[in-house]
T-cell receptor
Framework: AQSVTQLGSHVSVSEGALVLLRCNYS??????LFWYVQYPNQGLQLLLK??????LVKGINGFEAEFKKSETSFHLTKPSAHMSDAAEYFC????????????FGKGTLLTVNP | KAGVTQTPRYLIKTRGQQVTLSCSPI?????VSWYQQTPGQGLQFLFE???????NKGNFPGRFSGRQFSNSRSEMNVSTLELGDSALYLC?????????????FGNGTRLTVT
Protein backbone atom coordinates (compact mmCIF):
# COMPACT_ATOMS: atom_id res chain seq x y z
CA ALA A 1 0.00 0.00 0.00
CA GLN A 2 1.16 3.52 -0.65
CA SER A 3 0.51 6.82 1.05
CA VAL A 4 1.44 10.47 0.71
CA THR A 5 1.92 13.13 3.36
CA GLN A 6 2.03 16.78 2.44
CA LEU A 7 3.44 18.89 5.24
CA GLY A 8 1.55 22.15 5.59
CA SER A 9 -1.99 22.51 4.33
CA HIS A 10 -1.36 26.20 3.64
CA VAL A 11 1.84 27.92 2.55
CA SER A 12 2.09 31.66 2.07
CA VAL A 13 4.98 33.36 0.24
CA SER A 14 5.74 36.77 -1.15
CA GLU A 15 5.97 37.34 -4.87
CA GLY A 16 9.53 36.62 -5.98
CA ALA A 17 10.29 34.40 -2.98
CA LEU A 18 11.23 30.73 -3.05
CA VAL A 19 8.36 28.26 -3.12
CA LEU A 20 8.89 24.97 -1.23
CA LEU A 21 6.03 22.48 -0.92
CA ARG A 22 6.84 19.32 0.98
CA CYS A 23 5.81 15.78 0.13
CA ASN A 24 6.79 12.50 1.76
CA TYR A 25 5.64 9.16 0.44
CA SER A 26 5.39 5.59 1.54
CA UNK A 27 5.43 2.76 -0.95
CA UNK A 28 6.24 -0.92 -0.78
CA UNK A 29 7.61 -0.88 -4.32
CA UNK A 30 9.62 1.70 -6.28
CA UNK A 31 7.09 4.44 -6.79
CA UNK A 32 6.06 6.75 -9.53
CA LEU A 33 5.53 10.24 -8.13
CA PHE A 34 3.56 13.16 -9.46
CA TRP A 35 2.77 16.77 -8.63
CA TYR A 36 -0.52 18.22 -9.81
CA VAL A 37 -1.90 21.75 -9.52
CA GLN A 38 -5.55 22.72 -9.20
CA TYR A 39 -6.83 26.21 -9.90
CA PRO A 40 -10.25 27.26 -8.57
CA ASN A 41 -13.16 25.55 -10.29
CA GLN A 42 -10.88 23.45 -12.44
CA GLY A 43 -9.56 19.93 -12.56
CA LEU A 44 -6.00 18.88 -11.82
CA GLN A 45 -3.15 19.66 -14.18
CA LEU A 46 0.09 17.70 -14.22
CA LEU A 47 3.14 19.75 -13.17
CA LEU A 48 5.78 17.03 -13.31
CA LYS A 49 6.40 13.34 -12.72
CA UNK A 50 9.20 11.09 -11.47
CA UNK A 51 9.52 7.70 -13.13
CA UNK A 52 12.95 6.45 -11.96
CA UNK A 53 15.05 8.32 -14.51
CA UNK A 54 16.71 11.55 -13.30
CA UNK A 55 16.12 12.31 -9.63
CA LEU A 56 15.75 16.03 -10.35
CA VAL A 57 12.64 16.51 -12.40
CA LYS A 58 11.75 19.72 -14.19
CA GLY A 59 8.14 20.56 -14.86
CA ILE A 60 6.02 23.29 -16.30
CA ASN A 61 5.86 26.90 -15.13
CA GLY A 62 9.37 26.79 -13.66
CA PHE A 63 8.65 24.13 -11.04
CA GLU A 64 10.97 21.27 -10.24
CA ALA A 65 11.11 18.44 -7.72
CA GLU A 66 13.86 16.22 -6.40
CA PHE A 67 13.35 12.55 -5.58
CA LYS A 68 15.27 11.54 -2.46
CA LYS A 69 14.88 7.84 -1.77
CA SER A 70 16.73 7.95 1.55
CA GLU A 71 14.31 10.58 2.84
CA THR A 72 11.26 9.20 0.95
CA SER A 73 10.63 12.75 -0.17
CA PHE A 74 9.62 14.49 -3.36
CA HIS A 75 9.50 18.19 -2.50
CA LEU A 76 8.34 20.74 -5.08
CA THR A 77 10.24 23.99 -5.53
CA LYS A 78 10.21 27.13 -7.62
CA PRO A 79 12.93 29.79 -7.25
CA SER A 80 10.68 32.80 -7.63
CA ALA A 81 6.95 32.82 -6.95
CA HIS A 82 4.54 34.57 -9.26
CA MET A 83 1.01 35.69 -8.44
CA SER A 84 -0.30 33.20 -10.99
CA ASP A 85 1.18 30.33 -8.93
CA ALA A 86 -1.55 30.74 -6.32
CA ALA A 87 -3.43 27.43 -6.38
CA GLU A 88 -3.70 24.11 -4.57
CA TYR A 89 -0.93 21.60 -5.13
CA PHE A 90 -1.23 17.85 -4.79
CA CYS A 91 1.49 15.24 -4.53
CA UNK A 92 0.53 11.74 -5.67
CA UNK A 93 2.07 8.28 -5.77
CA UNK A 94 1.40 5.28 -7.97
CA UNK A 95 2.66 1.79 -7.31
CA UNK A 96 3.45 1.23 -10.94
CA UNK A 97 2.77 -1.75 -13.14
CA UNK A 98 -0.80 -1.82 -14.36
CA UNK A 99 -1.98 -0.22 -11.14
CA UNK A 100 -3.70 2.96 -12.20
CA UNK A 101 -4.72 3.99 -8.74
CA UNK A 102 -3.14 7.28 -7.78
CA UNK A 103 -2.98 8.00 -4.08
CA PHE A 104 -3.05 11.73 -3.41
CA GLY A 105 -1.89 13.82 -0.51
CA LYS A 106 -4.33 16.19 1.19
CA GLY A 107 -3.03 19.12 -0.81
CA THR A 108 -1.23 22.37 -0.01
CA LEU A 109 -2.87 25.69 -0.73
CA LEU A 110 -0.27 28.17 -1.94
CA THR A 111 -0.96 31.87 -1.42
CA VAL A 112 1.27 34.44 -3.10
CA ASN A 113 1.32 37.90 -1.56
CA PRO A 114 2.21 40.99 -3.60
CA LYS B 1 -7.00 17.91 -29.24
CA ALA B 2 -9.96 18.30 -26.93
CA GLY B 3 -9.41 17.59 -23.25
CA VAL B 4 -11.45 15.46 -20.90
CA THR B 5 -15.05 16.60 -20.92
CA GLN B 6 -17.35 16.10 -17.97
CA THR B 7 -21.06 16.82 -17.97
CA PRO B 8 -22.87 18.35 -16.31
CA ARG B 9 -20.65 20.85 -14.48
CA TYR B 10 -23.11 21.32 -11.64
CA LEU B 11 -25.88 19.19 -10.20
CA ILE B 12 -28.24 19.64 -7.30
CA LYS B 13 -30.07 16.55 -6.09
CA THR B 14 -32.18 15.55 -3.12
CA ARG B 15 -31.35 12.80 -0.64
CA GLY B 16 -32.54 9.44 -1.87
CA GLN B 17 -32.36 10.31 -5.54
CA GLN B 18 -29.85 8.85 -7.96
CA VAL B 19 -27.50 10.64 -10.32
CA THR B 20 -25.48 9.81 -13.42
CA LEU B 21 -22.32 11.69 -14.35
CA SER B 22 -20.70 11.52 -17.76
CA CYS B 23 -17.09 11.67 -18.92
CA SER B 24 -15.62 11.80 -22.41
CA PRO B 25 -11.87 11.05 -22.39
CA ILE B 26 -9.23 12.54 -24.63
CA UNK B 27 -9.44 11.00 -28.08
CA UNK B 28 -7.40 7.78 -28.16
CA UNK B 29 -7.27 7.34 -24.38
CA UNK B 30 -8.73 4.03 -23.30
CA UNK B 31 -8.34 4.28 -19.54
CA VAL B 32 -10.78 6.33 -17.48
CA SER B 33 -10.57 6.87 -13.72
CA TRP B 34 -12.95 8.57 -11.33
CA TYR B 35 -12.09 10.44 -8.14
CA GLN B 36 -14.17 12.08 -5.45
CA GLN B 37 -12.85 15.33 -3.98
CA THR B 38 -14.15 16.73 -0.69
CA PRO B 39 -12.64 19.27 1.72
CA GLY B 40 -12.48 16.71 4.50
CA GLN B 41 -11.26 13.58 2.71
CA GLY B 42 -9.38 15.14 -0.17
CA LEU B 43 -9.07 13.16 -3.40
CA GLN B 44 -10.24 9.58 -3.16
CA PHE B 45 -10.08 6.97 -5.89
CA LEU B 46 -13.43 5.54 -6.96
CA PHE B 47 -12.70 3.20 -9.87
CA GLU B 48 -10.78 2.79 -13.10
CA UNK B 49 -11.87 1.31 -16.41
CA UNK B 50 -9.96 0.12 -19.39
CA UNK B 51 -11.58 -1.25 -22.53
CA UNK B 52 -14.97 -1.48 -20.81
CA UNK B 53 -13.55 -3.51 -17.89
CA UNK B 54 -13.24 -2.27 -14.34
CA UNK B 55 -9.62 -2.88 -13.35
CA ASN B 56 -9.45 -1.18 -9.95
CA LYS B 57 -12.01 -0.14 -7.40
CA GLY B 58 -11.65 2.11 -4.38
CA ASN B 59 -13.22 1.74 -0.98
CA PHE B 60 -16.68 3.11 -1.66
CA PRO B 61 -20.08 1.53 -0.99
CA GLY B 62 -21.94 -0.33 -3.70
CA ARG B 63 -24.15 2.73 -4.27
CA PHE B 64 -21.28 4.01 -6.40
CA SER B 65 -20.98 2.29 -9.74
CA GLY B 66 -19.61 2.99 -13.14
CA ARG B 67 -19.24 1.70 -16.62
CA GLN B 68 -17.30 2.35 -19.78
CA PHE B 69 -18.60 2.15 -23.30
CA SER B 70 -16.90 0.86 -26.43
CA ASN B 71 -15.98 4.43 -27.44
CA SER B 72 -14.20 4.82 -24.06
CA ARG B 73 -16.76 7.26 -22.73
CA SER B 74 -17.60 6.55 -19.12
CA GLU B 75 -20.46 7.14 -16.73
CA MET B 76 -20.65 6.86 -13.00
CA ASN B 77 -23.85 6.43 -11.07
CA VAL B 78 -24.65 7.11 -7.45
CA SER B 79 -27.88 5.68 -6.12
CA THR B 80 -29.78 6.59 -2.95
CA LEU B 81 -27.88 9.83 -2.52
CA GLU B 82 -26.73 10.91 0.93
CA LEU B 83 -25.70 14.36 2.12
CA GLY B 84 -22.13 13.13 2.38
CA ASP B 85 -22.02 12.44 -1.34
CA SER B 86 -21.80 16.17 -1.98
CA ALA B 87 -18.44 16.57 -3.66
CA LEU B 88 -16.52 17.41 -6.79
CA TYR B 89 -16.33 14.29 -8.96
CA LEU B 90 -13.33 14.24 -11.24
CA CYS B 91 -12.80 12.05 -14.25
CA UNK B 92 -9.35 11.44 -15.69
CA UNK B 93 -8.11 9.64 -18.77
CA UNK B 94 -4.79 8.14 -19.75
CA UNK B 95 -3.16 6.70 -22.85
CA UNK B 96 -0.81 4.02 -21.57
CA UNK B 97 -1.50 1.05 -19.34
CA UNK B 98 1.31 1.59 -16.83
CA UNK B 99 1.32 3.38 -13.51
CA UNK B 100 3.80 5.99 -14.71
CA UNK B 101 1.33 7.41 -17.20
CA UNK B 102 0.02 10.78 -16.06
CA UNK B 103 -3.70 11.30 -15.72
CA UNK B 104 -5.45 14.05 -17.64
CA PHE B 105 -8.31 15.46 -15.61
CA GLY B 106 -11.58 17.06 -16.58
CA ASN B 107 -12.95 20.10 -14.75
CA GLY B 108 -15.28 17.94 -12.71
CA THR B 109 -18.94 17.74 -11.85
CA ARG B 110 -19.90 19.46 -8.62
CA LEU B 111 -22.70 17.51 -6.97
CA THR B 112 -24.70 19.06 -4.17
CA VAL B 113 -27.10 16.85 -2.24
CA THR B 114 -29.76 18.61 -0.19
Amino acid sequence: AQSVTQLGSHVSVSEGALVLLRCNYSSSVPPYLFWYVQYPNQGLQLLLKYTSAATLVKGINGFEAEFKKSETSFHLTKPSAHMSDAAEYFCAVSAGGSNYKLTFGKGTLLTVNP
Amino acid sequence: KAGVTQTPRYLIKTRGQQVTLSCSPISGHRSVSWYQQTPGQGLQFLFEYFSETQRNKGNFPGRFSGRQFSNSRSEMNVSTLELGDSALYLCASSWLLTGDSPLHFGNGTRLTVT
